[in-house]
T-cell receptor
Framework: DAGVIQSPRHEVTEMGQEVTLRCKPI?????LFWYRQTMMRGLELLIY????????DSGMPEDRFSAKMPNASFSTLKIQPSEPRDSAVYFC???????????FGQGTRLTVV | AQSVTQLGSHVSVSEGALVLLRCNYS??????LFWYVQYPNQGLQLLLK??????LVKGINGFEAEFKKSETSFHLTKPSAHMSDAAEYFC???????????FGKGTMLLVS
């Protein structure tokens, strides 16, 4: 298995633009997580899905952020409009158990200028 | 709320020296505990996990951690550091009734 695949690896965009981050979880995993990593706040859970259904989105910072999981093999995190304070590394992770360890993708480094 | 505290944002050791990275958790019920490693510009990789079996857990790359309930600790150790161990290390917890990992702030290990 290729592991969790995220795209793009790097994204530079201007303030106000829409940004879409993509994630393909490991086949057979029924939990998917989106995390954000910054120097100031460390690793923060944004949202997670179980069987394609959003379970907890309390970590989503504001309405500019949205996430979808239309099927078991694909998820998106969208920021519209983007702001400089959204600059961070965004990680997607998946697991096949609510007690299991999560497998992380390589991350998307987002820079909003 | 579940949480972990990592003592020391940076730890420096010489090659060949003992590595000790500290992690304390808060919980009123037995937790599942994890250590992850992050190399520069990479995602997080699981080193080891404690799931209420043996209290001494062995992981990859020669690392191990011991669960001590009396001290609410899960410190990570390695007898002899190697240059390739230089990375950031994260302690994480899942508590009963939850499905998500809560991470500590991370400890950067520097090996000289």
């Amino acid at each position: 298995d290729a592991g969790v695949i995220q795209s793009p690896r790097h994204e530079v965009t201007e303030m106000g633009q829409e940004v879409t981050l993509r994630c393909k979880p490991i086949s057979g995993h029924d939990y998917l997580f989106w995390y954000r990593q910054t120097m100031m706040r460390g690793l923060e859970l944004l949202i997670y899905f179980n069987n394609n259904v959003p379970i907890d989105d309390s970590g989503m910072p504001e309405d500019r952020f949205s996430a979808k999981m239309p099927n078991a093999s694909f998820s998106t995190l969208k920021i519209q409009p983007s702001e400089p304070r959204d600059s961070a590394v965004y990680f997607c992770a998946s697991t096949n158990s609510n007690r299991g360890s999560a497998f992380f993708g390589q991350g998307t480094r987002l820079t909003v200028v | 709320a579940q949480s972990v505290t990592q003592l020391g944002s940076h730890v420096s050791v010489s090659e060949g020296a003992l590595v000790l990275l500290r992690c304390n958790y808060s919980s009123s019920v037995p937790p599942y505990l994890f250590w992850y490693v992050q190399y520069p510009n990479q995602g997080l990789q699981l080193l080891l996990k404690y799931t209420s079996a043996a209290t001494l857990v062995k992981g990859i790359n020669g690392f191990e951690a011991e669960f001590k309930k009396s001290e609410t600790s899960f410190h990570l150790t390695k007898p002899s550091a190697h240059m390739s161990d230089a990375a950031e290390y994260f302690c994480a917890v899942i508590h009963s009734g939850y499905s998500t990992l809560t991470f500590g702030k991370g400890t950067m290990l520097l090996v000289s």
